[in-house]
Structure formats: structure tokens, C-alpha cells
């Protein structure tokens, strides 16, 4: 079956259950993906408060820094996966679509960085294995061929996305008969 066909027929499967499900579904697979950006952006303020400067760093202190970065940037990027299941859930989330192609603008950038730290074979053979990386208070500012990434503006946009969606799919998800409560709940909300 060609792959089209596949998530065609995948859609239509998602889309046959009731609203509320799949409405419970986006609100879960969005705050799961929320708190892992938010966890791995706290790990990233801390170490740069705990950071005097990357040379006299410890090893271990740097790789852990850099590894919660790699997940921070990973994170985004499922965040964005679940703002897709959403466009793919045909529940009523016109609202959305501004929040959601600014979320898509400001991320877009970290598949490429990404990719480039997933693939790195590939990249030090392309030549284009460098990366920089600036500390500041509360960010990092990452570098690479070109792409800069700020982890505080990258973090507000993740904030930004999830409020919208939760603003526009509890509704629908509070009247499912499983009566499931958010992971997070929100503040206004009880």
C-alpha cells in the first residue's frame, strides 16, 4: 500500500472516533511533549548558571549540557509532531492555525540542527561538523552552517503552542465519558 494510501486510511480511522477521544488524545500527547521541552529547558538554565565557561568546565558537566540540549531540541520537535496530530485530528481548531504556523516558523530551524547532531558522521565528513554554542543567564544560543537557535525563545513558543491547544481541545475533552484529568493543569482551570 503506498504511503499516502496508508495515512489516508490512517486519518480516516483517527477520525472515525468521537471528537472527545481524539480530543483526549492531542491533550495528552501535548502536555507529555510540553513536559519533556520544559524539563530539558530547566536543565539548560541550570547548567548555564552553574557554567563560568565551557573551557574549564568539567567533561562530564559539558556532555550533560550538551545531551540536554540534543533532548531539548528532540522534544521541539515531537512537540511539533503533536501539533500535526492535531491538524490531522478534523475537530474544530481553525483558532489554531495562526499559533500553530508561528510555532512550525520558530521551530522549523531545530530539524536541521537535528539532524546534523543525530547524523554526525555525516556531518564531519560534509564539513560542516561545527557547532557553536553560547551561554548566556538563562540560554543557550546555538550555532550551526548558518541556523541560529535561542533555547528561551524556543521555549516561550513551546508555551505559546501548548496554551492555544489546550485553550481550544479541554472543552471537547472534558465531555468524554472517561472523565480523564490533564497532566497538567493549567492555571483558570480546576
Known amino acids: 500500500m503506498p504511503a499516502r494510501t496508508a ?57 550533560r549540557g550538551l545531551s540536554d540540549i540534543d533532548f531539548f531540541l528532540l522534544s521541539l520537535r515531537r512537540l511539533q509532531r503533536a501539533c500535526e496530530l492535531v491538524r490531522r485530528s478534523a475537530l474544530p481548531t481553525g483558532s489554531l492555525r495562526q499559533a500553530m504556523a508561528t510555532f512550525d516558523r520558530q521551530v522549523s530551524p531545530v530539524t536541521g540542527v537535528r ?15 561545527g557547532f557553536g554554542y553560547g551561554l548566556g543567564e538563562d540560554r543557550v544560543i546555538i550555532t550551526h552552517n548558518g541556523t541560529r537557535l535561542d533555547t528561551m525563545t524556543l521555549f516561550i513558543a513551546a508555551q505559546d503552542v501548548h496554551a492555544a491547544i489546550r485553550l481550544v481541545v479541554d472543552p471537547i475533552a472534558a465531555a468524554d465519558v472517561h472523565g480523564q484529568h490533564p497532566i497538567i493543569v493549567l492555571p483558570g482551570s480546576a
Open 7 to 63: 495515512r489516508s486510511s490512517d486519518d480516516a480511522q483517527w477520525r472515525s472516533s468521537p471528537d472527545t477521544s481524539r480530543a483526549l488524545v492531542i491533550r495528552t500527547r501535548v502536555d507529555e511533549q510540553f513536559l519533556a521541552v520544559e524539563q530539558q529547558h530547566q536543565r539548560i538554565v541550570a547548567f548555564c548558571r552553574s557554567a563560568v565557561a565551557l573551557a574549564s568546565m568539567p567533561s562530564s558537566d559539558l556532555v
Open 115 to 129: 539532524n546534523a547532531l543525530e547524523h554526525l558522521d555525516a556531518t564531519a565528513v560534509s564539513g560542516n561538523a
